[in-house]
């Protein structure tokens, strides 16, 4: 049976979804962070979420030094929505087209952030883009499974977590299998998520049903949130000043695991690793300003995967443009690759309160904003 701390608990349900007799439950806490729950009546003290969880049964961690590159696809159907170069959507097209099955977090109609399948390669867009709360990863993790003994083939994608959860869960390795995960700072309280959005809803009067966090409105070098309102309100904001980011970036309603994060780490056990490429957006590579990604390739299994994809040419040209990158540049500017954010607790729990009695952009307003010098301290420099 688990015995996990909650400050260890990363919510990836690979417990939720080992359980033979379906005696785990996922629970959200006051912040919305899920927890199981587990029926003890029903347990038969099997160890199968135990054998799943990752922090109490780490897998190997890989040792090779991983590949890097700068990257871009250029396909214009994936590559304008995406919040950076498309990887993403280009693996979901290469599994897709060999008719299998992409696993990803995308925004339900009551707009809760959930993990879901897809088949067909208009539903993509979907599950692309920068979600900066946590997904519900529900069952996907069996159905990805079932396909996988079926011999199909499956990309799933997630959090560095959700992703050593899945691979612990089916604790063994599929040909036909590729992951993808990403360089993550830490995921966002759902619960935080739903009084951002429940004040778009007060201030509008039309409630929210499409958010991207990070839009290339203007450019990768500048992104945007594009919040759409049915059934007619469109906002664009720079993400710089948007305050549900702004919150983020400072570190508000973080799962306690991800302050200190165990899967924070140099080598990743998925085929794939991408991150934001801040360091390279004034490279000669970038000047186009689509859309970049730094991509690691971490296995056989990637390396395999993605050199067809290197060679596949459309139009007499090639969609996949890469060319090798020092991943310690971007280390500099990206404090996700190494370290974890921190944020004073008693200010945190603050924010919380308030958002019970205020709306969201005054509730908020203390904690985004910089304290503002008085006239003779600027006078002065200090």
């Known amino acids: 049976m688990l015995e996990l701390a909650r400050e260890e608990c990363n919510g990836c349900g690979a417990?939720?979804?080992?359980?033979?007799?379906?005696?785990?439950?996922?629970?959200?806490?006051?912040?919305?962070?899920?927890?199981?729950?587990?029926?003890?009546?029903?347990?038969?003290?099997?160890?199968?979420?135990?054998a799943a969880c990752p922090p109490l049964t780490p897998l190997m961690t890989l040792t090779s030094e991983s590949t890097v590159y700068l990257t871009c696809y250029e396909h214009e159907g994936f590559l304008e929505p995406a919040a950076g170069g498309a990887i993403f959507a280009m693996l979901a097209r290469y599994v897709i087209e060999k008719g299998g099955t992409v696993f990803g977090a995308s925004f339900s109609p009551d707009m809760e952030l959930r993990h879901r399948s897809a088949t067909e390669l208009n539903?993509?867009?979907?599950?692309?883009?920068?979600?900066?709360?946590?997904?519900?990863?529900?069952?996907?993790?069996?159905?990805?499974?079932?396909?996988?003994?079926?011999?199909?083939?499956?990309?799933?994608?997630g959090t560095p977590c959700q992703i050593e959860g899945f691979l612990a869960f089916l604790g063994r390795e599929y040909e036909t299998l590729i992951t993808i995960d990403f360089v993550c700072s830490g995921v966002s309280s759902p619960r935080l998520?739903?009084?951002?959005?429940?004040?778009?809803?007060?201030?509008?009067?039309?409630?929210?049903?499409?958010?991207?966090?990070?839009?290339?409105?203007?450019?990768?070098?500048?992104?945007?949130?594009?919040?759409?309102?049915?059934?007619?309100?469109?906002?664009?904001?720079?993400?710089?000043?948007?305050?549900?980011?702004?919150?983020?970036?400072?570190?508000?309603?973080?799962?306690?695991?991800?302050?200190?994060?165990?899967?924070?780490?140099?080598?990743?056990?998925?085929?794939?690793?991408i991150s934001d490429a801040w360091s390279a957006v004034d490279d000669s590579f970038a000047a186009d300003n689509r859309g970049l990604t730094i991509v690691q390739l971490n296995t056989e299994q990637g390396d395999a995967v993605w050199k067809t994809c290197l060679d596949i040419v459309e139009d007499n040209r090639r969609l996949l443009?890469?060319?090798?990158?020092?991943?310690?540049?971007?280390?500099?500017?990206?404090?996700?690759?190494?370290?974890?954010?921190?944020?004073?607790?008693?200010?945190?729990?603050?924010?919380?309160?308030?958002?019970?009695?205020?709306?969201?952009?005054?509730?908020v307003k203390a904690y985004i904003e910089e304290p503002k010098k008085s006239f003779w301290s600027r006078l002065l420099g200090r």
């Open 15 to 50: 417990c939720y979804n080992a359980c033979p007799m379906n005696c785990i439950t996922m629970v959200p806490d006051e912040r919305g962070f899920l927890y199981p729950n587990i029926d003890t009546a029903v347990c038969i003290s099997c160890g199968a979420c135990e």
């Open 123 to 157: 539903d993509i867009f979907k599950l692309q883009g920068v979600k900066l709360s946590q997904s519900d990863t529900k069952h996907t993790m069996r159905e990805a499974r079932a396909l996988l003994n079926d011999g199909k083939w499956v990309l799933y994608a």
């Open 193 to 273: 998520l739903a009084y951002y959005l429940e004040g778009l809803y007060k201030d509008y009067g039309e409630p929210v049903v499409s958010l991207r966090v990070r839009e290339k409105y203007k450019g990768y070098k500048e992104p945007y949130v594009k919040i759409f309102c049915k059934p007619s309100v469109k906002i664009f904001e720079l993400a710089q000043r948007n305050s549900y980011v702004q919150l983020y970036e400072k570190g508000y309603g973080y799962r306690p695991s991800c302050r200190s994060c165990q899967f924070r780490k140099p080598h990743h056990l998925s085929d794939f690793t």
């Open 321 to 363: 443009r890469a060319v090798p990158y020092d991943l310690e540049k971007e280390k500099v500017v990206n404090a996700g690759f190494t370290s974890d954010k921190q944020v004073d607790e008693d200010m945190e729990e603050a924010l919380f309160n308030d958002l019970k009695t205020k709306r969201f952009r005054k509730a």
